[in-house]
């Protein structure tokens, strides 16, 4: 009876008011966040791709740069309607997506990291200025997910930012990320821990990526893995030179 009232009124709110994707805007059904066909054309990443640089094998760039986490894994390449979903999440205020897109991360971690048991799952703090702005840390609710799904502690004081920090979205080369990063993440307290998941919503270059990772190495993690809802392909991106706005869509 409970059940049959429930779809009652769930049927009667689908009317009145409805769901909509939040990529394409397409009509719903209640509750739902992405329509199915914006689903089905995220780009997945294929298996031809490095698992430590998050590159594909023929853009690695392993041999230029020396990471300290061990490896990286996402679902999706940051192009797309993956990267429309994302920018919607970091700067639009839809943090419904983040359970989608930690879903999809979960199933890369099981997939990747299968035999590797996470003494805890931390995430890549932003500035706070930018949550106060958004209202949350985009990076933490995909923590708090994952955590949840892998049943693992999510350490969520681990590592601090400092406030004056240059936004990571904002610097263009490769160099000024990292040596930006190395001044912006710190860590707060000792952690002796043997493997560390560190979530975070993209991987660019993996500036923030390592500096956490030689934060959370610091503190007395052996070994950190690193998980992102998107890689971006450094190679492909500099050969298009797209630039992109805060709506995840190509400026003109």
């Known amino acids: 009876m409970f059940d049959e009232v429930r779809r009652f009124f769930a049927g009667i709110l689908d009317i009145w008011f409805p769901s909509h994707c939040f990529v394409c805007g397409n009509i719903l059904r209640q509750g739902a966040v992405l329509c199915e066909d914006c689903k089905a054309a995220m780009p997945r990443l294929p298996d031809n791709f490095c698992r430590v640089c998050g590159n594909r094998r023929r853009n690695c760039r392993c041999a230029y740069r020396v990471f300290h986490f061990e490896q990286t894994t996402a679902p999706f390449f940051n192009e797309g309607i993956a990267r429309r979903g994302i920018y919607r999440l970091k700067f639009a205020g839809a943090s419904e997506l983040a359970n989608h897109f930690a879903d999809e991360m979960v199933r890369c971690v099981k997939r990747d990291y299968k035999g590797i048991k996470f003494d805890a799952v931390v995430s890549v703090p932003c500035r706070i200025s930018q949550r106060c702005r958004r209202g949350y840390d985009q990076a933490d609710l995909l923590a708090k997910r994952i955590a949840d799904e892998l049943d693992c502690p999510y350490k969520s004081h681990l590592l601090y930012r400092r406030p004056f920090a240059e936004s990571q979205h904002e610097l ?77 869509d190509k400026n003109v």
């Open 172 to 248: 263009h080369k490769a160099s000024h990320r990292f040596e930006n990063a190395r001044q912006s993440y710190a860590k707060i307290k000792s952690f002796y821990a043997e493997n560390v998941l560190l979530v975070d919503d993209i991987k660019t270059t993996g500036a923030s990526l390592d500096a956490c990772a030689v934060a959370l190495m610091s503190a007395g993690v052996r070994r950190v893995y690193c998980v992102t809802a998107l890689i971006t392909d450094i190679m492909v991106e500099k050969q298009t030179g797209k630039q992109y706005n805060e709506t995840g």
